[in-house]
């Protein structure tokens, strides 16, 4: 089924209608999205393509999953498009984001927060460990460790099990590649500090977890920081994804239609040639 249409605000399309965006469809389709209305959904059987649908909006959700998102984010930025990045796992992916370094168009790539939060002030201590020499702790070198321990159900992350137990532990970039469907939280998290091979992340399979746990630890020459979110699940989606994770949207679509307000990460495309080199 597809809409092209628009009642006004920024015109939001919408890239998969699962369990995250079927609420955010049903959030823009009754106005609940303040400054943004609905002006065409994809679902995977829809005769609409992307030239139809890129032509009439200003900003693409997507929320259909990383194949998807590889096919459509260079599109949609060549096309001019933002395009919010539910699956930002693919973001690991240097020779994804080689393609949209080298791409010319002016889209932008928004990170939700999506399942966690508290981004702005990781960001603010990563990025302050940047400062020129001295500025920090006098000659000394200036390091930081951030950590992601993510537990989750068992089913969530493909294991069985009747204890808890560690099913991975590595860098933000690894986890993306080994757990593409639950690793978007790091990466979000890894981008917005000190980057995707530097962020370790641990996922424990709990089959006492009913709900999905997210404890973010950093620490740095300016202070120790914890965070720690106990999310719902959302229905239908077998645990992996935290109900919070389309609101994350909501709030971001609403600073963008609005200029400012919480949950912007924005990249424009050219920002990951920093990522562009071979890493180890
Ligand atoms: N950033 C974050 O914190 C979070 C990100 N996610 C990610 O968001 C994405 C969506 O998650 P869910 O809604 O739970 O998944 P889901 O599997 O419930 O929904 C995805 C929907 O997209 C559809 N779809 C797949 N390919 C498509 C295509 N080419 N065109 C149109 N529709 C297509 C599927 O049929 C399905 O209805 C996943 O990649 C997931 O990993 C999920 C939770 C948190
Ligand atoms: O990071 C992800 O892909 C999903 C996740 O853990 C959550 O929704 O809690």
């Not at 106005?31 to 002006?39: L, R, V």
């Not at 260079?74 to 393609?99: K, M, N, Q, W, Y």
């Not at 981004?119 to 390091?143: T, Y």
Request: glycine residues 12%; contains cysteine.
């Amino acid at each position: 089924m597809s809409t092209i249409g628009m009642t006004g605000g920024l015109r939001v399309g919408l890239l998969g209608v699962g369990a995250l965006g079927g609420t955010i469809a049903d959030l823009l389709g009754a106005g609940h999205i303040a400054g943004c209305s609905p002006a065409g959904t994809i679902r995977s059987t829809t005769a609409l393509s992307p030239a139809d649908l890129l032509s009439g909006i200003d900003v693409l959700v997507e929320s259909a999953g990383a194949q998807a998102a590889r096919a459509w984010v260079p599109r949609a930025i060549a096309a001019g498009v933002d395009v919010v990045l539910c699956s930002c796992g693919v973001l690991a992916d240097l020779d994804f984001t080689r393609e949209l370094a080298d791409g010319d168009g002016t889209g932008r790539v928004l990170v939700p927060s999506g399942a966690i939060g508290g981004l702005d002030l990781f960001a603010a201590a990563g990025r302050a460990l940047s400062a020129p020499a001295g500025r920090l702790a006098g000659d000394r070198p200036v390091r930081a460790s951030v950590v992601l321990t993510t537990t989750k159900r068992p089913s969530a992350l493909g294991v069985e099990t009747d204890r808890p137990i560690e099913v991975f532990r590595g860098s933000a970039r690894s986890a993306a590649r080994e757990y593409p469907r639950t690793a978007n939280v790091a990466v979000a998290l890894a981008l917005a500090t000190i980057g995707l091979d530097e962020v370790t992340v641990v996922m424990v399979a709990d089959p006492a977890a009913a709900r999905t746990r997210h404890l973010v630890t950093m620490s740095s020459p300016l202070g120790e920081y914890e965070l720690g979110v106990t999310n719902a699940v959302a229905p239908g989606s077998g645990g992996r994804t935290s109900a919070v994770t389309p609101w994350s949207v909501v709030t971001l679509l609403e600073s963008l239609a609005a200029g400012h307000g919480a949950g912007l990460l924005v990249h424009p495309a050219n920002d990951f040639r920093h990522d562009t080199e071979d890493r180890t």
